[in-house]
């Protein structure tokens, strides 16, 4: 089973392109369907944005800020 698992995951991340960005890049966020507005409906954007990296953290994680300045609240 685990050599199963370990080639799956091989497979998996020979297409998978991990993507960095540096500080004060202009980025889109993806609308996902949980994340929509309620009564968006069939023709609703699949992005939203642009939004600044104003950091990233250790983690790996981007906190965005609007065009004006405004930090996101979920980053």
Do not use: C
Not at 8 to 29: E, M, W
Request: glycine letters at 6%; proline letters at 5%.
């Amino acid at each position: 089973m685990a050599d199963y698992q370990q080639r799956a995951a091989a497979h998996y991340n020979r297409k998978a392109r991990p993507r960095s960005f540096k500080s004060r890049t202009l980025v889109l966020i993806k609308i996902f369907e949980n994340t929509a507005e309620v009564e968006a409906g069939k023709f609703q954007a699949n992005w939203e944005g642009p939004y600044i990296v104003s950091k990233i953290s250790e983690s790996g994680a981007y906190h965005l800020q609007k065009l004006d300045g405004t930090p996101l609240l979920r980053p």
